[in-house]
């Protein structure tokens, strides 16, 4: 069966320094994978999406990058955290079937 | 601009009722549509999905109606447990991409 794992599960950064969440699925080959962001109480956020190594597709200009360096591992980064990048983070991914999988998803503080 | 637009934002119902969660789309290109439960601090789990070319799916307590030519879905939920209290999230999907209604937060009372 597959599964999808984040982490790390809550982080705590000051404003200006840097981020790398990480994203794992297993059990499937080459899945779409996504990045979402969940302001509290609000809805979710497409940031970026990725159909294969290597290729992303940014959602919204913001302060964020995503990379894909191995068919299973999606990773979302920043060079400079910034307060309003506070939020929850979900990644998520689809295989051949239709429906998109979200994974524990990481709280992120920024202060 | 919300490609997907959900109401209520939020829903108190008595235990044993019917809670009803309405979707509504305009993009034409959409070809399936899931509904995800959230609880509190949790990723957002599949609860139910239809295609747009049936107009209902049941399983267990939860319905999905789905009106084509109206380009609106709901979710229905029987006999509403407290248990159910979430947030409920409709989407559609487009191609890769999943575009999500803002929520419902559910409130069952016992």
Redesign the interface.
């Known amino acids: 069966s597959q599964t999808i794992h984040q982490w790390p599960a809550t982080l705590v950064q000051p404003v200006g320094s840097p981020l790398s969440l990480e994203c794992t699925v297993e059990g499937t080959s080459n899945p779409n994978l996504y990045w979402y962001r969940q302001a509290a109480g609000r809805g979710l956020q497409l940031l970026f999406y990725s159909v294969g190594i290597g290729q992303i597709s940014s959602e919204v200009p913001q302060n964020l990058s995503a990379s894909r360096p191995q068919d299973r591992q999606f990773i979302l980064s920043s060079k400079k955290l910034l307060l309003s990048d506070s939020g929850f983070y979900l990644c998520a991914w689809r295989g051949p079937a239709e429906t998109q999988y979200f994974g524990p998803g990481t709280r992120l503080l920024v202060l | 601009q919300q490609q997907v637009k959900q109401s209520p934002q939020s829903l108190i119902v008595q235990k044993g009722g019917i809670s009803i969660i309405n979707c509504a789309y305009e993009n034409t290109a959409f070809d399936?549509f899931?509904w995800?439960q959230q609880f509190p601090?949790?990723?957002?789990?599949?609860l139910i999905?239809i295609?747009p070319d049936v107009s209902e799916k049941k399983e267990g307590r939860f319905t999905i109606s789905f009106n084509k030519s109206a380009k609106q879905f709901s979710l229905h939920i029987m006999d509403s447990q407290p248990g159910d209290s979430a947030t409920y999230?409709c989407?559609a999907?487009n191609f890769?991409?999943?575009?999500?209604?803002?929520?419902t937060?559910l409130n069952v009372k016992p």
Do not use: E, T
């Open positions: 399936y899931p995800y601090g949790k990723g957002p789990a599949l999905a295609r999230f989407a999907r890769n991409k999943f575009y999500f209604g803002s929520g937060k």
